[in-house]
């Protein structure tokens, strides 16, 4: 009778444990997709931000904007190197295709 009682607990502790497992497992779960939401809109967010900033520096350079501000100035600045090295590294590229 003492062995039956004791299966019986085991039996039940049993079920608390899947139970409890089951719990964490779909916390886990909602906690993962709600990540990958987050993760899906702050994509969505940096792509904003940078078509703003394109869009922004078109009108600046349009001269359909005015924007007065030493940041934005040393950020167009900044842009404007970073093309220039880019145009200079895709023409050394070209140059060293051509080579024979």
């Known amino acids: 009778m003492n062995a039956n009682r ?3 607990q085991w039996g039940n502790k049993f079920q608390e ?6 719990v964490e497992l779909k916390k886990t779960t909602q906690i993962g ?8 809109s702050n994509t969505i ?9 394109m869009l922004a520096l078109a009108a600046i ?9 030493e940041q934005v100035s040393e950020l ?4 404007e190197s970073v093309k220039a ?3 200079t590294l ?3 590229v070209q140059d060293i295709k051509k080579e024979d």
Do not use: T
């Open 17 to 22: 444990l899947i139970q409890a497992c089951q």
């Open 85 to 87: 090295e880019l145009s």
């Open 33 to 40: 997709m709600k990540m990958l939401s987050a993760s899906q």
């Open 6 to 8: 004791d299966n019986g």
């Open 76 to 79: 167009i600045k900044r842009i």
């Open 61 to 69: 350079e349009n001269k359909e904007l005015a924007w007065e501000n």
């Open 90 to 92: 895709e023409k050394d």
């Open 45 to 53: 967010l940096k792509e904003s931000y940078e078509q703003l900033g």
